[in-house]
């Protein structure tokens, strides 16, 4: 029950952030509560789907620092765009996670993801294959700053 609260709370926050019509509350209380007895009914609703063991604390410190990589990984995509004599070099690198649970391996992966320049293309056991458009961007996966933000994350729940 703890968890289907939780995604409803956060599913109404998220619409009245998107939607931005608060007199149309009444139905994004119902459009939430569709969503959670649906997911309910689809036993979608547990640790891995909504992942309170987590907390938000650890996501404080660990959100800011994506956010500043994503932008500046958009900055060097843009360069190597408006500058074509930039040459890119696309490559795949095979990145190890040192993260213990599935679920922060995924984060870890979707945060590669995130940021431009590269995408996980495929993940068995702690491994990610991570396709880059440049030796530097995979460099920097394979150097492990991120791994080991994720690894905190996982630590500190």
């Keep these: 029950?703890?968890?289907s609260l939780v995604l409803g709370i956060v599913l109404f926050m998220i619409w009245m952030l998107w939607s931005g019509h608060h007199m149309l509350i009444g139905?994004?209380?119902v459009s939430c509560l569709l969503v959670v007895l649906l997911s309910r009914r689809m036993h979608i609703?547990?640790?891995e789907g909504v992942p309170l063991h987590l907390g938000v604390r650890p996501?404080?410190?660990?959100a800011p620092w994506l956010l500043m990589e994503?932008?500046?990984a958009n900055m060097e995509v843009a360069?190597?765009?408006?500058?074509?004599?930039?040459?890119i070099r696309p490559t795949v690198v095979r990145v190890t996670a040192s993260q213990k649970g599935d679920l922060a391996r995924v984060i870890y992966a979707n945060s590669i993801?995130?940021?431009p320049g590269t995408v996980s293309i495929d993940m068995e056991g702690d491994?990610?294959?991570v396709h880059a458009l440049s030796y530097q961007g995979a460099d920097e996966d394979m150097a492990g700053e991120m791994n080991r933000r994720v690894a905190r994350l996982e630590e500190s729940s």
């Design 1 to 3: 029950m703890k968890h």
């Design 27 to 29: 139905f994004g209380i």
């Design 45 to 47: 609703v547990d640790d």
């Design 59 to 62: 996501f404080i410190g660990y």
């Design 70 to 72: 994503i932008v500046r």
């Design 79 to 87: 360069l190597w765009i408006l500058l074509p004599r930039l040459a």
């Design 113 to 115: 993801t995130l940021t």
């Design 127 to 129: 491994q990610i294959t």
